[in-house]
């Protein structure tokens, strides 16, 4: 059973069972047959009480499938609870769930307690039945909402008390708010010297894979780019025309501390990469971040290896809404220093430290191999809002 139970009145009913067993008795004594009739009567309403108090919510289960919803503040969603009951109705009750002030009910009472939200909202389920009941939601800030508590509070039908089912196993359900994203109006440069994806006319590199037309077979074209069947038609010799493609790619470097603590910009500085994050994610650019946040496991500080598309952007935005200042840091030098060793560096570096001199010998060896794009502190809050 996923449910912890907790029971209250049933106290008084067992006291009300025994009375009327003792006035069974005097009835019978007294050869009151009337009020043998009507105890009787009572004396089954109790036992059914007592039966269902012992039963109700045996066969009750909560869908508990994985499901993160996800917001940007100020956005609406909802969370969608399933239920399943296979045993005594539930009738009058009410569901109680509390979850994290990342996100608010939105258009219902709710109870703020602590750093959590209660929603109280009826509830009723018959026999073999399925019922979903949708919270609505609102995104406030980034971060991610737990759903800390989930419970069903079933009042006795005939007297007083209630039961109260908690649900026991970790609730699978969450919702995640993005850091706020602002456009950004900004070419990033591709490099003509490496091949890539990017289609670019004036790039050294053809892409084998998507021809777009055909010329003229003109002398040193290679063998395998001849087009037979248009040669064919044309009686002409024919050269495939390739598309031009050029290498493309970002590594954005932000230093969120200074020493050992996280400097007030913290989350200028998580909004700014969440912006050009989302920019190369329209333009199709690759891009990979770090920032010197410890992590645990192979990479030490918080690092997202370089990728493009939809499940890339996501891994990016979900990575960069449970950040909290509360993280311990790494010195920046020894990201650098770990960068520099074991990856290789893109077309295209953004770095945003303070006191950008202090790192002067790594910087200066990366230019050699990228184009380092220095960004100020006081820029990484500069985004237009447009």
Same mark, same amino acid.
């Given at each position: 059973m996923n449910w912890n139970r907790h029971g209250s009145g049933m106290r008084n009913t067992k006291m009300y069972l025994d009375l009327l067993v003792f006035a069974l008795v005097l009835s019978f004594l007294f050869k009151q047959f009337l009020f043998v009739a009507?105890?009787?009567?009572?004396?089954?309403?109790?036992?059914?009480q007592i039966i269902y108090f012992h039963r109700v919510g045996q066969k009750f289960y909560?869908?508990?499938?994985?499901?993160?919803?996800?917001? $940007?503040?100020?956005?609406?969603?909802? %969370?969608?609870?399933?239920?399943?009951n296979? &045993?005594?109705?539930?009738? +009058?009750?009410? /569901?109680?769930?509390?979850?994290?002030?990342?996100?608010?009910?939105d258009g219902i009472f709710n109870?703020?307690?602590?750093?959590?939200?209660?929603?109280?909202?009826?509830?009723?389920?018959?026999?073999?039945?399925?019922?979903?009941?949708?919270?609505?939601?609102?995104?406030v800030s980034r971060g991610l909402a737990r759903i800390k508590q989930l419970q069903v509070e079933i009042p006795h039908p005939l007297t007083e008390g209630s039961i109260l089912l908690e649900f026991k196993p970790y609730i699978l359900l969450d919702a995640i708010v993005f850091?706020? $994203?602002?456009?950004?109006?900004?070419? %990033?440069?591709?490099?003509?010297?490496?091949? &890539?994806?990017?289609?670019? +006319?004036?790039? /050294?590199?053809?892409?084998?894979?998507?021809?777009?037309?055909?010329?003229?077979y003109e002398p040193g074209d290679q063998f395998h780019h001849i087009h037979w069947k248009a040669?064919?038609?044309?009686?002409?010799?024919?050269?495939?025309?390739?598309?031009?493609?050029?290498?493309?790619?970002?590594?954005?470097?932000?230093?969120?501390?200074?020493?050992?603590?996280?400097?007030?910009?913290?989350?200028?500085?998580?909004?700014?990469?969440?912006?050009?994050?989302?920019?190369?994610?329209?333009?199709?650019i690759p891009f990979s971040f770090a920032l010197n946040i410890r992590a645990s496991g192979k990479v030490p500080f918080v690092y997202l290896p370089l990728g493009s598309g939809d499940s890339h952007r996501i891994q990016a935005m979900e990575l960069l809404s449970i950040l909290s200042i509360a993280n311990s840091l790494v010195p920046f030098d020894k990201l650098l220093a770990y960068l520099d060793l074991h990856e290789e560096l893109p077309v295209a570096t953004y770095v945003i430290t303070n006191r950008e001199d202090t790192f002067t010998p790594f910087l200066?060896?990366?230019?050699?191999?990228?184009?380092?794009?220095?960004?100020?502190?006081?820029?990484?809050?500069?985004?237009s809002h447009g």
């Open positions: 009507v105890i009787t009567f009572l004396l089954l309403i109790a036992l059914v909560f869908v508990n499938d994985k499901n993160r919803i996800r917001l $940007i503040k100020d956005t609406s969603s909802h %969370f969608t609870l399933k239920f399943n296979k &045993g005594f109705p539930i009738w +009058n009750a009410n /569901l109680i769930i509390s979850f994290q002030t990342n996100v608010e009910p109870t703020a307690v602590g750093d959590f939200h209660e929603v109280k909202i009826p509830f009723s389920i018959g026999y073999n039945k399925s019922v979903s009941l949708k919270v609505p939601i609102k995104g850091p706020t $994203i602002y456009n950004i109006n900004e070419d %990033f440069a591709p490099s003509k010297l490496k091949q &890539g994806e990017l289609a670019l +006319n004036s790039s /050294l590199f053809d892409d084998p894979f998507f021809p777009v037309g055909t010329r003229e040669s064919a038609k044309t009686q002409q010799l024919q050269t495939k025309i390739f598309t031009r493609v050029a290498n493309v790619s970002v590594l954005f470097v932000i230093n969120v501390g200074k020493k050992y603590n996280i400097l007030s910009d913290f989350e200028e500085k998580l909004e700014w990469l969440a912006s050009y994050a989302d920019a190369c994610y329209k333009q199709d200066h060896r990366w230019e050699q191999r990228t184009n380092v794009i220095y960004k100020s502190s006081a820029k990484a809050g500069g985004i």
